[in-house]
């Protein structure tokens, strides 16, 4: 849209301070705005302390990524203040806690080494002390707006306004950071103000509390650094009904809302938030039919945290074999103890959802940084011959319908199906709005399903090689991890080993016919641009952005998403990527285990690629840029590197 502010912000401060309350308060201020948004909070894997914050963007249509330098930033400490000096773009502004200047740098103990020894360095070569103000120096050297507050004495005040002890009214000191940064990039205080009331909407004093902050904020701002010369215009969403959610949270609405009625997990980061957000809203409600057979109007999803990840699976596969429609959640290092029990489903041919949120690996590698490790250990998880459904969510839209998709899926088939995710993804949140979130669009298919068998068998050879599903109970109380006749018992003859391989196979034949093209790949842009990128999961929105950025710079790309590795869409893939005369592959893995898949599927050896494995998300500039650089030098990878 045309004359569309575009808003990067940066909330930074300990782990425990309330940045994700301040990071939520600024996305609503924006929204009430009218603006679109995302935010997304980076966090570490200790509980308390160490430096965390919330990246924001905003314009007037939906931001697809985050990226730097920031026009704004809020330094709460003096870990924020030395990490994020640098990240703000010269004319920007930077809001800091003045009493943190003095700080040395080695006095901050959850600070990584590494990252104390490059400043200590940096600032012996500038001839500077090794304190946060040192940071500040340069960043004023920059051109960044410098603005200092005395957090401290104004929390003291905010105590005396509101007769409040100084412990209640210390958390509010992200509100007055916050509301001094949105203040001055030209947001109004009544817009804060009503977010803060919206955000602690049940909590009617600390409403009040950080009211007063907001207000303590914009008088100390006015007094000593002058108010906006004008406030940023409306949006063309103002007043308008949305929804703000994080792709946890979506994958949680898309199970209930596709009549989920069974789920386990052991905590594990970013998987978790997925299942406790389902614990807070897991009630069905159910039809008129149903309420009358059932004698009730709602119904709960069971949620059950399990002592660990097979009991997880395992449960998950015995609540489908009993008729449930189940799933389970988990990440890499989880996904990896469940290895036995994901080929026991498909030897049983039972119907379960496995949501993997992935993260930094290997082992535990970086539990709260982002990564897309996990494509290969999906596709080749469990041993012998293991085929199941394989299909990446790209956005918070996709996630959604996907969770509804593959539990149809999984009935429909009688296979595990695994839904690649990721941490980027879950953390992220994103302005949905009124008809992009359409729970009367679900449709739930269960599938050939037969509660009292007559002539049915539970494994009966067909020519889809789909068989009746028929729950354990009654005459029909046979499951097992060993090959089996028909009727379930074991076997080990030769002949019927055979044709029961030859059954699980031409399923997914089935499934590889009857999965539209559509849900397997999808090509964004013009079909006939002679670069093509290809990716997979969240860097779905973030490549989008970096082929507006591109086609600014005359170059002309698009961008083939793929969906289902498997079945592996070997036709589709082919189609677009013969067609192009430079192909890019895009990953956050060091393997390329896109590629390796696409090479080994269809026999295509992509040339060039571009990855990141630091553990923060790509910037849709930093794509772009990658692309400018083969594009001209023809080198074969770029890893880029962006991120605090």
Known sequence: MGNSPDLLLLIGGPQGGGI??????????????????????????????????????????????????????????AESILTHFDDVRPGGIFVYDKGSLHTKI????????????????????KGLPPIAESAIKLAEEKGVRLIPLPMRQLVRKLAEITGASLTSVARAVNTIGLTAMLYLMGIEPRCVEKAIATHFAAKKKVVAINVEASKLAVDYVEENFGAPSEFLPDGPHRGKKVMLATGNEVVAMGKITGGLTFQSYYPITPASDEAIYMEKFRYHQLTSEAEAKLGTPKLGTVIVQTEDELSAIIMAIGAASAGARAATSTSGPGFALMNEAISLAIMAEVPVVITIWQRGGPSTGLPTKEGQQDLLHALFSGHGDNPKIVLASGDHVEAFYDAIKLLNWAEKYQTPVIHLVDKYLASTTTVLYQDEIDPGKAVIERGWRVENPTTEKRYMITDTGISPFIPIGGDTMIITGLEHTEEGFPTEDPVLRDEMVEKRRRKF???????????????????????????????????????????????????????????????????????????????????????????????YDIKHHIKKTNGRAFWDTEIANAVLEILETGKREVVVKGGA
């Open 106 to 125: 080695d006095a901050i103990q959850p600070m990584e080494q590494a990252l104390k020894e490059r400043l200590k360095k940096l600032f012996a070569d």
């Open 20 to 77: 994700e309350s301040a990071g939520q308060i600024a996305l609503k201020t924006l929204i009430l705005k009218g603006y679109s948004v995302i935010g997304t909070r980076d966090y570490k894997s200790n509980i308390m302390g160490a430096h965390s914050y919330y990246t924001i963007r905003a314009r007037f249509d939906r931001p697809g990524a985050i990226r730097f330098p920031v026009d704004a930033a809020v330094a709460l400490d």
């Open 509 to 603: 034949e089935t499934i590889a016919k009857e999965i539209p093209a559509e849900e397997k790949v999808i090509l964004h842009g013009d079909p006939d641009a002679k670069v093509t990128l290809v990716s997979w999961g969240s860097t779905k929105p973030i490549i989008l952005e970096s082929l507006k950025i591109l086609e600014e710079k005359g170059v002309k790309a698009n961008f083939l998403q793929i969906r289902l590795f498997y079945p592996f869409p070997v036709k589709e893939v082919l189609d677009v990527l013969s067609r192009a005369e430079t192909v890019i592959n895009i990953e956050q893995n060091d393997l390329l285990q896109a590629a390796f898949l696409i090479k080994g599927f269809t026999g």
